[in-house]
């Protein structure tokens, strides 16, 4: 007598539910770029190493010394050393040295890929354990923000002490307001507040600049400020095109009426092209207007106060949040054709490349 095994072990190992579609190779990521990745992430996987790279991601120049980073640890500076050149090896980190110490910072090819590992992906495994406060480094921000505004206040002299401390606090405040996370909600508030400081700052000696710059025949740089709705693709565009091709010899600011949380994913590589170091979404201000001499709107409405004495343009650019990579290249290349015509009339002597 025969009997039939029924169980999974005796089954055909090529029987495939007769509902399961077919399996399309194309679908999963490619043999080389898989193991590119896996090797980075190896590299990532090291405590050490992410602590880090959240210190070097979180510092107010976005970059640390070796003499710093041996400061997280009690282990040796080589261990350090040989951590930071693991991390470098596969192009995370780029290193320079100065007289006796050696910089590291992020690449800007890996920029946005750390701030995601650190703001979205360790959150969410920590998840697990509870409330992790220690993921920010803002247990007292209160605390912090005083030494930020303490710190601001000895580079603002011409600032009194209470209208730093306030715009560092309104700057947090801000910025929180949409913030997905607060990981580097520090670092932000206080590249956000240098931003503001140095606007008040312009705007409380434009005359008396003026009247210098006109005795002494010295041209003034001009200053232009764009602002869409969230400030996370048209005017982050336009503002890097600017700098692109203008440097500093404009000064160029971009706000939102309602900041999003982040920049557009579409638009972070063409910032990336442009050189910009990571953007992020900024709420429009009273002094950012106040101080530029150009406001330049896009699709805005009037949220945007209008001053005397200012030149206010308003330009008809989509908007790339749910447009195609193509969409994407043609709004750039609108912005760019724009922009290229605002730096001829503001700055006739630039020599600006062909198209």
């Not at 951590?83 to 090819?109: F, N, Q």
């Amino acid at each position: 007598m025969t009997t039939t095994d029924t169980t999974e072990a005796s089954l055909p190992l090529t029987v495939r539910d007769p509902d399961c579609g077919p399996r399309i190779e194309a679908h999963a990521i490619g043999t080389e770029a898989a193991g590119v990745v896996a090797a980075t992430l190896k590299a990532l996987a090291e405590p050490l190493r992410l602590r880090m790279l959240s210190f070097i991601a979180t510092a107010p120049a976005g970059e640390a010394c070796v003499c710093d980073l041996a400061e997280l640890t009690d282990v040796s500076q080589p261990t350090v050393s040989h951590h930071l050149k693991v991390l470098r090896d596969v192009g995370v980190l780029a290193s320079e040295r100065r007289g006796t110490w050696v910089w590291y910072r992020i690449t800007p090819g890996y920029k946005s890929a750390i701030s995601t590992l650190l703001e979205s992906f360790a959150p969410a495994a920590l998840d697990a354990l509870g409330p992790h406060p220690h993921l920010t480094g803002l247990e007292d921000a209160d605390a912090a923000l005083d030494r930020l505004a303490a710190d601001l206040a000895a580079t603002h002299p011409d600032l009194a002490r209470e209208v730093v401390l306030r715009t560092v606090r309104e700057s947090y405040t801000a910025l929180a307001r949409s913030a997905k996370v607060s990981a580097h909600l520090l670092t932000l508030t206080d590249r956000f507040a240098r931003q503001r400081l140095a606007d008040l700052s312009h705007d409380a000696s434009r005359s008396a600049d003026a009247a210098d710059a006109a005795d002494a025949g010295a041209p003034t740089a001009p200053r232009v400020l764009f602002v869409c709705v969230a400030n996370a693709g048209r005017s982050q565009l336009a503002a890097a095109l600017v700098r692109h091709y203008a440097g500093d010899r404009v000064v160029v600011r971009s706000a939102g009426s309602t900041p999003a949380a982040d920049v557009h994913p579409a638009v972070r590589p063409e910032l990336a092209a442009l050189g910009t170091d990571e953007p992020f979404p900024k709420p429009l201000t009273d002094d950012a207007v106040r101080a530029a001499d150009v406001v330049i709107t896009m699709g805005c409405g009037d949220v945007c106060p209008v001053l005397p004495g200012k030149r206010y343009e308003d330009w008809l650019v989509g908007d790339p949040a749910l447009a195609s990579p193509a969409g994407v290249a043609a709004i750039r290349d609108e912005l760019d054709t724009r922009v290229r015509a605002l730096l001829a009339d503001l700055l006739p002597d630039l020599d600006l490349p062909t198209p």
